[in-house]
């Protein structure tokens, strides 16, 4: 699976964006998807994922109520919607893509990865 990470950019806290991520390859209704983020100077952390069907997320708790990941597979795209960005959700946002499961937080569960979008939150 090739994946291609976009919609990033510079927005003010409080705004919001959306990012998409394009898979091709394999076939992208199996696998399971992941975002990720790497803020400046630190590790990188699990953001969000979705189950093949799009019927099961989950969400790491600093962007739960705030963030929503979601999936066309007739398009062959996963999206994460950002809303209410504060300026801790500075980073560089990743895609994933795995398989044999319904989702996960573990980055070492992901197969394939995206090359990263940026987003920048200013205060």
Same mark, same amino acid.
Request: proline residues 1%; charged residues 15%.
């Given at each position: 699976?090739? #994946?291609?990470a976009?919609?990033? !950019? #510079?927005v003010?806290a409080? !705004?919001s964006l959306r #990012?998409s991520?394009?898979?091709?390859?394999? *076939?992208?209704?199996?696998?399971?998807?992941?975002w990720?983020?790497?803020?400046?100077?630190k590790?990188?952390?699990?953001?969000?994922t979705?189950?093949?069907? !799009?019927? *099961?997320t989950?969400?790491?708790?600093s962007?739960?109520?705030?963030? *929503?990941?979601?999936?066309?597979?007739?398009?062959? *795209?996963?999206?994460l919607?950002m809303n209410? #960005?504060?300026?801790?959700?500075?980073?560089?946002?990743y895609?994933?893509?795995?398989?044999n499961l319904?989702?996960?937080r573990r980055?070492n569960?992901y197969?394939y990865?995206?090359?990263?979008t940026l987003?920048?939150?200013?205060s």
């Open positions: 699976v090739q #994946l291609q976009s919609g990033g !950019g #510079l003010q409080g !705004g #990012l991520c394009a898979a091709s390859g394999r *076939t992208f209704s199996r696998e399971f998807m992941g990720f983020r790497q803020a400046p100077g590790e990188r952390e699990f953001v969000a979705i189950s093949w069907s !799009g019927g *099961t989950y969400y790491t708790e962007v739960k109520g705030r963030f *929503t990941i979601s999936r066309d597979n007739a398009k062959n *795209t996963v999206y919607q209410s #960005l504060k300026a801790e959700d500075t980073a560089v946002y895609c994933a893509a795995g398989s319904y989702g996960s980055s569960n197969n990865w995206g090359q990263g987003v920048t939150v200013s």
